[in-house]
């Protein structure tokens, strides 16, 4: 009896690099357990942006939340947020951001997850 070959997926996500553009960036390592989180620059008003994220989980199906906050001082208001599907595949969400810094929360449970990133630039 012949069985059908598995895709393995990979263990680590080929993260982008940072560019000058960049407003916002998160990357979680399992292997380290760290979560690298911050946020390099301000919105511009009337700009649209894009969230660029994607996540691998050793869970089949796995999909974790991912949470943009603005940053202005005493606030950490949320400004959008979604779901990321943990399958090796990269999502693309274009959206306005207010005027100030953006936090990106990935999570808060990555149970399973062995990598994930979401990083903000302006959208072309």
Do not use: F, W
Not at 77 to 88: K, M, N, Q, R, Y
Not at 101 to 121: H, K, R, W
């Amino acid at each position: 009896m012949l069985s059908q070959p598995t895709a393995e997926v990979p263990q680590a996500l080929s993260v982008p690099p940072v560019t000058s553009e960049e407003i916002s960036r998160a990357v979680y390592t399992a292997k380290t357990q760290t979560m690298d989180s911050s946020a390099r620059g301000i919105a511009r008003a009337g700009q649209q942006y894009a969230l660029d994220a994607a996540c691998i989980s050793a869970t089949p199906g796995r999909v974790i939340k991912y949470e943009l906050l603005s940053s202005k001082p005493n606030s950490n208001t949320p400004v959008a947020s979604g779901e990321l599907p943990c399958d090796g595949h990269g999502i693309k969400n274009v959206t306005p951001l207010p005027p100030t810094a953006t936090q990106i929360n990935l999570g808060p449970d990555l149970t399973g997850v062995t990598s994930a990133y979401a990083v903000i630039t302006p959208s072309s």
